[in-house]
Nanobody, 120 residues
Framework: QVQLVESGGGLVQPGGSLRLSCAAS????????MGWYRRAPANQRELVAA???????NYADSVVGRFTISRDNAKNTVYLQMSSLKPGDTSVYYC??????????????WGKGTLVTVSS
């Protein structure tokens, strides 16, 4: 029902900035908690940032002060502004739409990811 497509990944130097976008189609995101995840060791997904419908956000300790998540419900798009990037931020970043609380257990959707490489 919800399709998510990430964009904006690429190669950036340490200390640089990058803005990721997640465009949704098929349904409004107004009832979803939106999140950005990346792969941790052993390929486990690590929560990077999440934002609720009313704009409340939280972040992984490793990105606090450097990353900012935002959403534009009218455009059905979520963003992740990344600054002061470090080589350790290199990962595939995935967009997630989690509507399970409001919509039921099947309302959990993932994009295919966009690669961010931080290297000089």
């Amino acid at each position: 029902q919800v399709q998510l497509v990430e964009s904006g990944g690429g190669l950036v130097q340490p200390g640089g900035s990058l803005r990721l976008s997640c465009a949704a189609s098929g349904s409004s995101l107004s009832s979803y908690v939106m999140g950005w995840y990346r792969r941790a060791p052993a390929n486990q997904r690590e929560l990077v940032a999440a934002i609720t419908s009313d704009g409340s956000s939280n972040y992984a300790d490793s990105v606090v002060g450097r990353f900012t998540i935002s959403r534009d419900n009218a455009k059905n798009t979520v963003y992740l502004q990344m600054s002061s990037l470090k080589p350790g931020d290199t990962s595939v970043y995935y967009c997630n739409a989690d509507g399970r609380y409001a919509l039921g257990p099947d309302a959990d959707y993932w994009g295919k990811g966009t690669l961010v490489t931080v290297s000089s």
